[in-house]
């Protein structure tokens, strides 16, 4: 984050603003609408800036603009300068207005066009009602602070802004929403369930894989458990207060047991929490995830689950190969690389049938193995397969060989976990169809 995002309160303050033509008028007049009190001048002198809240420059000359940032600065003034963020000590973004509600949208100075795009975006999805709720929000503010704690303080409002009284203000029947949200106040026997979990498939690394309930309950979370295949632009999306707990595991080093991870679930919950379980890919595919709600259902602890994009079905789709096509594969399965006592313990003849994509999970240290078995269960050695490293984030990598050649290919390479292993023909369509090809 290169800004502190903030909202200043200028009301009543004396602001300045340097420069003649459009650009001017519209600070000057976003200012006012803030409160502030303005001052407008086409020639800069030092002594405008005394008692200044905030100044900005936008002269349309450089060496005019250094000038007012140097002083703006050595008087510690906040300064804008049209333009030029490198003489800003901050920027004004882009706003969606639902008064007392504000949005605001800011690229850094990296590209304002953008901003403005994503503004607009904004300005469609966001009702005009929504200024309306805020207020109404607001005239309760006080006496929803008195009735409840912290946590329940935000749990009433997130079941009021979003249910019926939300939809009466929509309407236009503020009246009507208001009684309602002082009965909900007054009703003795209101009151909050105990915590819950939410087992939430965080994808494969692509933040915008996510699913709208995934991302709607990562923003209501008390508390986060995640594992290490959760990527960091993902757990970023988590309500910012949320309490983390990493709980991740590599072969042989587990930052907790799968059992204590259970038994923290439902102790989390227990104590009144709101908790997302978020585990990399789909929780039900090699995730474990039927072996954590099997606890929490045995202790009564209430409990949902949402899916998520396996790895295989992610990492294959940013590769450019396709898991299943008519004229090469009508089958695929999905098997555990993890290897046990030295050995891994599949069915090889089952799985060297022809025709058929096979994806293996975590068999990255057993690279050798698998290519060996598969060609010995009558595979030909030729047989085209891939891998693929960190699959669908900018880090994305992908490998191919065949049989004989990728186990060399992969030690030659320093490939580390993530990655999935694709075997078929399939991985001969990668060459035309790839398409999501990250900057080196």
């Known amino acids: 984050m290169e800004y502190l995002p903030i ?58 603009n250094r000038a007012i940032a140097a002083a703006a600065r050595a008087r510690r003034i906040p300064v804008n300068v049209v333009d030029q963020p490198a003489l800003c000590s901050f920027v004004l973004p882009s706003i969606v207005e639902r008064a ?3 949005v605001a949208v800011s690229s850094g ?3 304002p066009v953008l901003a403005r795009l994503l503004r607009a975006r904004l300005e469609s999805l966001i009702p005009a009602g929504y200024g309306r709720l805020a207020a109404l929000a607001r005239a309760f503010r006080d006496q929803v602070k008195a009735r409840f704690e912290p ?12 249910g019926p009284i939300a939809e009466l203000v929509f309407s236009g029947r503020e009246g009507e929403a208001g009684k309602a949200l002082q009965a909900a106040l007054d009703d003795a026997s209101f009151a909050f369930r105990g915590g819950e979990v939410s087992l939430i498939g965080a994808g494969p690394g692509d933040p915008d894989l996510l699913t ?26 988590v309500r910012l207060e949320a309490e983390r707990i990493y709980a991740g595991k590599e072969r042989a080093r587990h930052a907790l047991p799968q059992e204590d991870i259970n038994h923290l679930l439902v102790r989390l919950a227990k104590e009144g929490k709101r908790v997302v379980r978020l585990k990399g890919g789909d929780p039900f595919i090699f995730g474990r995830g039927g072996e954590e709600i099997d606890t929490l259902a045995a202790e009564g602890i209430p409990f949902q689950v949402v899916p998520g994009i396996t790895a295989a079905a992610g990492c294959a789709s940013y590769a450019g190969i396709p898991l299943t096509h008519r004229d090469y594969s009508q089958s695929v399965v999905f098997v555990t690389g993890h290897l046990q006592d030295g050995s891994m313990n599949l069915n090889w003849r089952s799985l060297a049938q022809p025709r058929q994509t096979i994806v293996f999970y975590m068999g990255l240290l057993g690279v050798d193995v698998l290519c ?21 984030t900018p880090e994305q990598r992908v490998l191919t060989g065949d049989l004989e ?36």
């Open 372 to 392: 060996r078995e598969l060609a010995a269960h009558g595979l030909p050695a030729a047989t085209p397969a891939a891998l693929i490293q960190q699959g669908t």
């Open 405 to 440: 050649t990728l186990p060399g290919i992969v030690h030659r390479s320093g490939v580390k976990a993530p990655t999935i292993i694709i075997i078929g023909e399939v991985v001969r369509l990668r060459e035309r169809l790839k398409w999501f090809e990250p900057a080196a």
């Open 7 to 64: 909202f200043l309160d200028v009301r009543d303050q004396a602001c300045l603003v340097v420069g003649t033509g459009a650009v001017a008028a519209r600070k000057a007049a976003l200012l006012r609408r803030a409160g502030a009190r303005v001052t407008v001048t086409a020639e800069f002198r030092e002594e405008d800036m005394t008692g200044c809240a905030v100044a900005i420059a936008a002269t349309g000359d450089a060496t005019l």
């Open 100 to 102: 007392p509600l504000v």
């Open 109 to 111: 100075g990296a590209s």
């Open 212 to 237: 709208f309930r995934a991302l709607r309950l990562m923003q209501q979370a008390d508390v986060v458990v995640y594992d290490r295949l959760v990527s960091r632009p993902i757990l970023d999306l």
């Open 151 to 162: 946590r329940e303080r935000r749990r009433f409002w997130e079941r009021m802004l979003q």
